[in-house]
């Protein structure tokens, strides 16, 4: 048995150990703290898979964001104490975890199933990496093969800001999303919100640029500029915008909002709706992702803060 | 008939740019809606929507002259590397129904979500929601890929969920995050069959994957998540738990979509996946298990609908069961080689969903100018309110009588349809069913007006002014639901030479007035409350002798509710969810 396998076989364990513990634990905290530790455990498997792309989304995501997110949900919880009522019976439980055993079970075993090898488009999407010029197949296939699904995701995510607006009291609303974050100017918090930034906007800024050729690519790129942002923001030493502000609305439409004049441009005078003339695809393709990083931050940081909560006037 | 696919539609045929503008339209509204702000959003709203119907009727009128469906190849990239775009009869259909339900609905909200300075936050969600509704709806019935539709049901599910919680009650509030949670849990099993079949046949589009897909174990579980997905998403019983509150609480505006036309896409995947996917896999089984599900739906729904007190949860539960209606057609169309056939079952249950959004959208409309002028819609204090709002009920009873399928509504043929196949099926029980879901429609509808056209303990006194371009937009859709049986369907749909509709003779008179008398007699029977039918003398001796019955017919309608109240908590509805799965799973293993 080489070292290799004997990571992944102890990867695989402390994996499904850890989903487990999550489920079984009563605190909402710990279970939060193991959600986020799974997440970047599964992003290690998804590099050992061969699969960068997926890992750094599925840290980015659901390791941090993810987290993120689900610690200030846990706080919440803790104070209002929701968690207490109504705790399903034993026997309940018991059928619930027989029942998703067995679901999972039949899962497995249609996976190995799978035809091995698999059959893949893998080839031609590489093939055809001529048309823009990129050499990242993943690249290719969400900004060229695929390029309305990754359009229309990005309005997904336009409406998921909508909607988390929408929760807004209406004194509120055209106001500054979430609490004005107050902390120690002398803190190890505030510390690192001045020390990570500069960083962090550069590795950002580097793995949306590197996308193209190698993994990485406008959402993770996007991640990682939101969570620096999101730290200064906690930090207390940025305020979040106002949402009725023009340029935060036009920064969080800029990506899905490029993309669709692209599309329609090629629509107009090239080939089809999203199609890129050959010698202008790299250019064009490029200035699409730039755009959408700078939405996707926005976008993602928004999310995390909140419905508007203090109104326009200070 | 429609001719059959053709093997490899690999090229954009000549008005396939329609179909990415009936898309990039609404979603260029969106965006633009949103840079614009809280001012500009209704005028955004006002400007695409004739614009996007200008595009829908140009389909509609194209699809016809064209051989096959009309295609577009998005950025020139043939499937499966690249992703098509496709339209046919099935498709026209609801997208013409779309089409029309939101311009109804855009008028009819016009006034009720105007921007003014004190509340400028429902207007602009409304407008652009409303909006998104409509790409994602496009997407879904135009879209040829599964991962596409998967996207555009996320797109729909994000677009229609905050309508619910518009007007920001807390109880608004859960309904949302319920429907949320239970419909992302659907998302999860769609996606997960979805990369199972690309795991297995490296083709996500649906003609090619038709081609290459076979009875592997796999592609069959595959088909059972993502259908028991796609039915939590749908709410088929027992997968409801999120209906009638989120549809109840919506603003009538919102319910008109909600219930009219979102429920319709998920269900429209079904569709596509049964019966262009692969129509020779499902089986015998799963099909009869898929029309029971829907034979229990129009019972709970019918018998709930009948003990709500306020109007809106009984549009909500109807909706319940007019949901369980259309999936009658799945085991009519099962012919005897084993296959699902594109035939006058299909044509039935098609024309049942587009008639059902015509006139339950009309309802709601309605429904919301009732609430609006009365400042409340409790049912027994409906007295004297068709004197008041004579359009409104008028708008009412209309869409009522299409959904019972009175001639010539498109409940009517589709009924007509259904019936028939049946009959060629020998599958009678499906036609008792039918003919029950009738007789159950009739009897809420009718106690509906019942309460509305008795006259009113004390005069009505109105809190608001009666909207009249609203109540004349439900009144329209009304009468499309009321006549969508005299359209020539030739064109869209497989149906097969049924006469056409005799409005004036015996048989007809007779087949319209079974269902309104039994529906009388169910509607006294199940109605646990007071009701108008019985303060009239004429009708006291036969009251009398019903009573008995009626009390037992009572505690059964009770024992319903008790148990649709434990269908819907969360611990019951999910175990179904995964029982479904698993048991579609395991019925078509079997088959197999």
């Known amino acids: 048995m080489s070292i290799e396998t004997v990571i992944e076989i102890v990867l695989a364990a402390v994996v499904l150990t850890l989903g487990v513990w999550t489920i079984v634990v009563p605190e909402t905290f710990s279970a939060t703290v193991g959600f986020v530790a799974y997440g970047l455990l599964v992003a290690l498997i998804w590099v050992r898979l061969d699969a960068a792309d997926v890992a750094l989304t599925e840290a980015a995501i659901g390791g941090g964001l993810g987290g993120v997110l689900l610690l200030g949900a846990a706080a919440r919880l803790r104070d209002a104490d929701m968690m207490a009522d109504a705790r399903p019976g034993k026997l309940l439980r018991a059928g619930a975890a027989a029942l998703s055993v067995l679901t999972a079970a039949v899962l497995a075993g249609v996976v190995l199933l799978l035809p091995d090898p698999a059959p893949t488009l893998a080839p031609a999407a590489v093939a055809n990496a001529w048309a823009t010029g990129l050499s990242n197949p993943v690249t290719n296939v969400l900004m060229a093969f695929r390029a309305m699904d990754t359009m229309l995701e990005k309005v997904v995510l336009l409406l998921a800001i909508i909607g988390v607006w929408s929760l807004a009291p209406d004194s509120a609303w055209g106001g500054r999303p979430g609490p004005r974050h107050q902390a120690d100017p002398r803190g190890v918090l505030a510390f690192l919100a001045r020390l990570l930034p500069p960083v962090g906007i550069v590795i950002g800024i580097y793995i949306l640029w590197t996308g193209s050729d190698h993994p990485g690519g406008a959402f993770q790129g996007g991640a990682i500029l939101a969570s620096m942002w999101l730290l200064a923001i906690m930090a207390g030493l940025a305020d979040t915008p106002l949402v009725s502000h023009r340029s935060v609305r036009f920064i969080l439409v800029a990506g899905p909002g490029l993309f669709l004049l692209v599309g329609l441009a090629g629509l107009l005078f090239g080939a089809a709706f999203l199609s890129y003339p050959p010698a202008l695809a790299k250019p064009l393709i490029l200035g699409i992702e730039i755009a959408m990083t700078l939405t996707i931050a926005a976008t993602l940081g928004l999310l995390l803060a909140g419905a508007p909560e203090r109104s326009t006037e200070p | ?592």
Not at chain 2, 13 to 26: E, K
Not at chain 2, 97 to 102: E, H, K, L, R
Not at chain 2, 530 to 556: D, Q, Y
């Open chain 2, 1 to 592: 008939m429609l001719p059959p696919a053709p093997a490899l539609d690999a090229a954009t045929t000549p008005s396939g740019f329609l179909l990415v503008l009936s898309i990039a339209i609404p979603i260029a509204g969106v965006l633009l809606a949103f840079v614009l702000g809280d001012r500009y959003v209704r005028l955004v709203a006002f400007a695409m929507v004739p614009l996007e119907l200008a595009i829908t009727v140009t389909i509609v009128a194209a699809v016809p002259h064209s051989t096959g469906p009309l295609v577009y190849l998005l950025g020139a990239w043939p499937p499966p590397l690249g992703v098509a775009l496709r339209v046919d009869g099935l498709a026209a259909v609801m997208l013409a129904a779309t089409a029309v339900v939101i311009s109804a609905v855009a008028v009819y909200a016009g006034a009720e979500f105007s921007v003014t300075t004190t509340k400028a936050r429902a207007p602009f969600v409304f407008w652009i929601l409303l909006l998104a509704v409509w790409a994602a709806l496009n997407a879904i019935f135009v879209g040829g890929d599964l991962f596409t539709l998967y996207v555009a049901l996320e797109l729909l599910t994000f677009a229609a969920v905050p309508l619910v919680s518009l007007d920001g009650r807390p109880e608004t509030l859960r309904a949302a995050i319920r429907y949320l949670l239970f419909a992302l849990l659907g998302s999860v099993l769609y996606l997960l069959g979805t990369a199972l079949l690309y795991g297995l046949h490296a083709t996500l589009d649906i003609v090619l994957l038709s081609h290459r897909i076979g009875a592997e174990p796999a592609s069959l579980v595959a088909a059972a998540l993502m259908t028991s997905g796609l039915l939590a998403k749908t709410a088929l019983f027992p997968l409801h738990l999120w209906l009638p509150p989120a549809h109840a609480g919506a603003p009538a505006a919102g319910s008109a979509i909600l219930s009219g036309l979102v429920v319709k896409g998920s269900f429209f995947i079904i569709v596509r996946l049964w019966f262009q996917v692969m129509p020779g896999l499902p089986g015998f089984a799963a099909t009869q298990l898929l029309a029971a599900l829907g034979a229990a739906a129009i019972v709970f729904g019918s018998v709930l609908a009948l003990r709500q007190e306020r109007l809106k949860l009984l549009i909500a539960y109807s909706t319940l069961a007019q949901i369980g209606y259309l999936f009658l057609m799945f085991p009519l169309a099962f012919n005897g080689s084993g296959h699902l056939e594109s035939g006058g079952a299909l044509a039935g249950g098609l024309l049942q969903a587009a008639s059902h959004a015509t006139a339950k959208a009309a309802m709601f409309m309605a429904a919301g100018s009732i609430y609006a002028g009365l400042g409340h819609d409790r049912i027994t204090g409906l007295g004297g309110i068709a004197r008041v709002l004579p359009l409104s009920v008028l708008a009412f009873a209309f869409a009522g009588i299409a959904l019972i399928g009175v001639q010539p509504s498109g409940a009517s043929l589709a009924k007509d349809l259904l019936l028939q196949a049946a009959t060629e099926r020998q599958q009678w029980w499906w036609a008792v069913v039918l003919q029950a879901g009738g007789v159950f429609t009739a009897a809420y509808v009718l106690l509906v007006l019942a309460h509305a056209l008795a006259p009113p303990d004390k005069p009505v006194v109105l809190t608001g002014p009666a909207p009249r371009l609203g109540d004349v937009a439900a009144l329209v859709l009304a009468l499309c639901s009321l006549l969508l049986g005299l359209v020539p369907w030739e064109p869209y749909l497989p149906v097969p030479y049924i006469s056409p509709p005799d409005l004036s003779g015996l048989g007809t008179l007779s087949k319209s007035l079974l269902p309104v008398l039994g529906g009388v007699v169910l509607a006294i029977l199940l109605s646990p409350r007071p009701h108008p039918f019985a303060s009239s003398v004429r009708w006291k001796v036969a009251i009398g002798m019903l009573n008995r019955f009626r009390r037992g017919c009572c505690a059964f309608s009770s024992y319903v509710e008790r148990g649709n109240g434990v269908l819907c908590e969360w611990p019951a509805a999910s175990t179904c969810l995964l029982m479904l799965a698993l048991l579609f799973s395991v019925l078509m293993l079997v088959a197999a």
